[in-house]
């Protein structure tokens, strides 16, 4: 068995393990028993803030004699910059510096030939300028005024051209990216001759998505501040810590002369994970000048040259027995990531490791072309594969006169098949049972049967994502001397509801009011390193470490108590607030009458993320289903009712639970029925930059009634028994969707998204 | 042996001690052998950034949409309000708000019978209205539309007017503050009548002290701002955690909405520590209008409405044998404190612990009078009890015919005198010893014995001061990934450079360069709970704790180290920021080269001090001494050389010990010599309201030469031998000067401040 080459955050996490606190495991807590406020519906402990417009975000940060900048772009796909005179624009009054090529530090950005501005830009809304002024009027004014000499290059849109010999070069290298010096990033595990040789049934299809654009309600939002030679960041951040490291690597300052805040954080879906240039650009503009600067990215701006997901060609040939044992899956994947390398492309786990399978070979190319770079969008990889790998399996299953559930529960596998080790808790199958019978799965017709104008049918998906959560993740929960707790966790809350869990998890721990607990989050001033809250980690790697810290804090404020009561420490214990002796109930005292003690006027615990004590990550595995109703008139599809189960582990908050499923699910409908990014090929310019013509789902095209199930399968690998749920809702949708397609009309759709014209051209191509 | 009634902080300290960590004892670290950073003349760290005017102190703190807040204040003395009309003050354009009387909570306020504003009002510039603006211009004016209806009553300046049987009541229980019920607080020791029997020379004195006015460079100023129910208050604060105790006290809010910030501070000594109205006044005009508001004392309103120090009468009888043996001393203490109880008022302990004396009575009378309420001003109740028993000494030294530095040394004790029990490390004898040697004490003339215009003379005196510092103090000591280091501690930096010695502390610890270390201190949300900046303690209570977190990361950095060089903890030190294995030098690492592997990206130390093992606190010593000249023509006296030996054990940084000794003395200097607030009789007012009038030392008015020595006597108490030196210096000099005019002219002064005018009548009436 070959590993796959292991992705960078793993390697980093191989390299940590070793160190320092590999022996020294997290102490063993009891697991809670009975709980009071953990499971529960329980409302955002910001949501006042966050409906009222008080929560400060980034762009609402107003510094006294802040400045503005904006940035000029490239009209051109692909262009040498020949010259820049900004002499008009300097000229108009307010306006207060200009930074370009020529008066910019080469700082290196995307990769090793590229820098924070080039001569060469390589896609339309690449960064030419930046302009700052008293105001964003003034700045948008004299960005007219830069006199831009472009030199026109050849340019590429599409990555099936851009892998031809003949093609123009985007890179010196080439149009493939590099994974180690090689154009092609391979796995296998088995051996995949055998498997087809040994298959019963074996089929082969293309399968092509779209690109999908990061729309979250803020668009990447910065104000920078120096004090001195000290820069403090507001920034929307998905990791105040990481943000803080790769802005102490652009600008080559120590980290502690650097402060990123950013408490709340409107949306953020992966996309504000790495740093982008405009950080730098205010940071930059602020130092020169010694005032504060703001940069907000347009919603233009934030559709074309920010992250997205990109699009993928996935040619897969799979094998299965007349079993239905899976005997062999072969991906092809073509992925476009547009002008600038992205170290995470390519293709989620899901081939790879959905289901069991002896024999797999994937092979990923990672395409340049001249478009905006591509990146972190919820579950990188995972919906466009699943989208493909979902309906060779339904495929599969029909070819087999089986069902398509029945297919899946047979391949399912307890064994984690990257490291050939057991699962420490999965509940898959379980997804796959009781969603089933939520959702009525045995009443399935035929695929086609559907009569009438609007054709219903039903379909099902499974997908899969990791991890089990991580170091770093450090917190503080104090007990101040009036009984008020405070909660420090360097997390940041991408509206998730982690600000939320976390507090439910030291209320249930310290058995306080929720509304008595203060949370300070994502500070880098404030608060512990901290893991970013990407990549679906945040509950399993900050909540246990919040629960240490509750435990700890509990544990002193006991030891406290026992002190005070002139009795033995195991004699004491908390319930409800109130601490009392247990063999004597009534000697007891609030949390307040003892915390008042402490000498040093407060009870400071400390919880610190251990490594896990296994080599690589658990998975998170989810199965939903959908009932549709296609319209063979208009060709649109109307979902009527969903079931999405997901074997996340512990429930924390039955509210933010249901959050998080439906709002992956509202983004998978989008990316099944309607988003698209349209390329103009004249021009290389996006054509439908806003969110009419760019359509995101919104209530409307939701199902009219979704059904969660959780299957709570104890997971023993942290404290508080949780995996991540903010990837999982969000992979299978666009399959489950095409299958419930296939089932009401009898037509497979092999490319995304699956639109009314699409619908309509198949039923006429039938006709 | 009966103790006087413990201070309150004392008693505070008793009832924590017993707490939590009193078994718990600091982990004892190895004594620094040859250090490298401490005791060295280290700059300031944040020297560019207080020259230079970036350093944010709270009153450059400007929020957008703020507010200006200013306090109307009392025409009279003493009286009622009968009706305040503030309607034309609100319908000027650009008022946002009046707060008096008529609708301000009823927050109590110095007593229980006083509230944040009272329909009667106490002395001139007492609070009575509060008119918050656009700007403070507008709020200024406002000020004047406010129409109020005063019933004026009786009121009193003089103490021993107050203190008569028929003087009309400030308050209801008369016009002594009461100590537990009773108008006299009293100590005695021994047997004062068998004292004066032994005696063989027994002198009785009056000694009179002027009121002396706090003039920080930065007047009290606040910035307060709510985000929803959490409040942000930027104030010039002695101590952050304890300005968040009183604001949560005040507002009756939980502590943990209350962040209270105060990196920089424009001096304090004293006055910065209970909180004024203002803050809440601005923390009510925030709350109420949603925008931040910002107050600032003018330097008259400083003045006249915050702390002084109280004038004093003090009656000392002393007896004395004819070996010099000091057989009795008896203080009657008469001090003024204005129109609101003040809980610390009264004497210092000079009469009571500086000298051995088995036969000690003190009783002390505190009396209200109709001028603004004293407080604590650089050691209170010292300078003006030192001017008295200091004098005294001098005088029964000449009677005896003795030396009055012999009388002095024969005197000392080795024991604390409160407790009974010795001192852990006292190096007063060291002092005087040295001290006398170096200023040339043995050619000391017979008073009166210089000729011509200008008298010169030489003089000395003593001075003693507690404590050792103590808890809360939790220091945090990050090493960063990249090799930087974070100190972070919440001890305000009142200008005495605590912001340097506790980086110098780290760079010792850790073997850093000072550059590679960021501090933060003094926010409630970024440090840990700390005691305040006030008494001396700072040093001895934080930089233990500071210590305690540096070896915590040295160790933690150590052990990841051993493990990266798989090589035993103990082969592992650490030297000018190299790691290395010690039995093979060649093994060796830089600090980044470890930190980067650390599992959290950062190793985290954290020192917490302990409570001392022991009842009470040492004290520390000091003896000074000057020549002066006086002018016998002009009765200008010019001070020429001085000596200042201290027994602060360990000095820290030989700058910032020598700046805190000539600060010191300089105030010292202003007190002895022209500080004194002139009250008008006829109307209540203080007439030199401005510092011009008001005649503070300057650097015209130093010494031409001021010599510091250090008795750096090892001192066990803490982990870095160090007592406090705030205050000390300011309690000998007018004492100090005094002595030496007499020695200069034969002549003794009972009455400060020593003003040409006094001395020229004293020439006159002696001709």
Not at 4 to 20: A, G, S
Not at 247 to 261: E, F, G, S
Request: glycine share 8%; with cysteine.
């Amino acid at each position: 068995m070959k590993n796959i080459e292991l992705e960078p955050f793993e390697k980093e996490r191989e390299i940590r393990n070793v160190f320092e606190e590999k022996t020294s495991k997290e102490e063993k807590l009891p697991a809670w028993k009975e709980t009071k406020v953990i499971g529960k519906k329980i409302p955002r402990v910001d949501g006042y803030e966050l409906v009222s417009g008080t929560a400060k975000y980034s762009s609402d940060i107003n510094l006294p004699g802040m400045l503005y900048a904006k940035i000029l772009r490239s009209p051109h796909p692909h262009t040498e910059i020949i010259d820049i005179d900004s002499s008009k624009a300097e000229a108009l009054p307010g306006v207060k510096g200009v930074l370009c090529y020529k008066n910019a530090p080469k700082i290196k950005w995307w990769s090793d030939k590229s820098f924070l501005f080039d001569r060469t830009v390589r896609y339309v809304g690449d960064e030419v300028a930046a302009i700052l002024a008293e105001n964003k009027h003034i700045a948008e004014d004299a960005l007219k005024l830069i006199e831009v000499t472009y030199k026109p290059l050849p340019y590429l849109l599409d990555p099936e051209e851009a892998m031809k010999p003949e093609a123009p070069k985007i890179w010196p290298e080439g149009n493939l990216m590099l994974f180690r010096g090689e154009p092609v990033r391979s796995y296998s595990r088995g051996d995949v001759e055998k498997g087809f040789a040994e298959a019963d049934i074996i089929l082969e299809r293309k399968y092509t998505s779209q690109v999908a654009l990061h729309c979250p309600m803020e668009t990447h939002s910065d104000v920078a501040n120096w004090d001195g030679d000290y820069l403090t960041l507001w920034e929307s951040s998905q990791g105040v810590f990481w943000t803080q490291e790769q802005v102490a690597q652009k600008l080559n300052i120590p980290v502690n002369k650097i402060r990123i805040i950013c408490p709340y954080l409107g949306g953020a879906f992966g996309s504000k994970w790495e740093l982008n240039k405009q950080s730098i650009i205010a940071a930059l503009f602020a130092k020169e000048t010694g005032r504060p600067v703001k940069i907000i990215a347009t919603r233009q701006e934030n559709m074309v040259a920010y992250e997205h997901r990109p699009s993928s060609i996935q040619y897969i040939k799979a094998g299965v027995k007349k079993d239905g044992t899976l005997a062999v899956l072969k991906l092809k994947y073509i992925s476009p990531i547009g002008a600038y390398p992205w170290l995470y492309a390519g293709s989620g786990d899901e081939v790879r490791y959905l289901y069991r399978c002896n024999n797999v070979e994937t092979d990923e190319y990672i395409v340049y072309t001249n478009v905006g770079r591509a990146g972190a969008m919820r579950a990188p990889g995972c919906p466009e594969e699943s989208f493909a790998l979902e309906q060779m399996m339904d495929e599969l299953a029909e070819k087999l006169n089986m069902d398509p559930l029945e297919l899946r529960l047979k391949n399912d596998t307890k064994l984690y098949q990257r490291s050939g080790k057991p699962y420490a808790g999965k509940g898959l199958t379980e997804c796959m049972e009781q969603g089933a019978k939520l959702f009525g799965w045995e009443n399935r017709k035929k695929p086609g049967a559907s009569r009438g104008r609007k054709k219903k049918g039903i379909g099902m998906a499974c997908g899969q994502w990791g991890d089990g959560g991580r170091p770093p993740a450090t917190t503080i929960v104090k007990i101040n001397y009036d009984g008020t707790v405070n909660l420090i966790t360097g997390a940041s809350d991408l509206g998730t509801g982690t600000r939320t869990v976390m507090s439910m998890i030291v209320a249930e721990e310290l058995s306080v009011p929720i509304e008595t607990i203060e949370i300070t989050n994502a500070d880098t001033e404030t608060t512990c390193h901290t893991i970013y809250s990407g990549g679906s980690v945040t509950v399993a790697s900050v909540g246990p470490s919040v629960r240490l810290a509750a435990y700890d804090a509990k544990k002193k404020l006991l030891a406290l108590a026992a002190y005070e009561m002139k009795v033995d420490k195991k004699d004491v214990d908390i319930n409800g607030g109130i601490i009392f002796q247990k063999s004597n109930p009534d000697n007891k005292f609030t949390i307040k009458e003892i915390a008042s003690k402490a000498i040093d006027r407060v009870i400071v615990g400390v919880g610190k993320r251990k490594p896990n004590d296994y080599d690589f990550q658990d998975n998170i595995f989810c199965c939903h289903f959908v009932e549709l109703a296609a319209d063979s008139v208009t060709g649109e599809i109307k979902l009527l009712r969903y079931v999405a189960a997901h074997d996340s582990a512990r429930v924390l908050n039955r509210f933010t639970y249901d959050n998080q499923i439906h709002g992956g699910i509202g983004m998978g409908i989008g990316y099944a029925l309607s988003e698209e990014r349209i390329m103009d090929k004249a021009t290389g310019k996006m054509l439908n930059v806003n969110l009419l013509d760019y359509k995101i789902a919104s209530q409307i095209d939701m199902p009219e009634k979704i059904t969660t199930y959780a299957a709570e399968i104890p997971y023993p690998r942290n404290n508080i028994s949780v995996k991540g749920l903010g990837e999982p809702p969000t992979i299978p949708p666009a399959a489950t969707i095409a299958n419930a397609l296939y089932n009401a009309l009898g037509i497979r759709f092999f490319s995304l998204p699956l639109t009314p014209d699409k619908v309509i051209q198949a039923l006429k191509k039938r006709k």
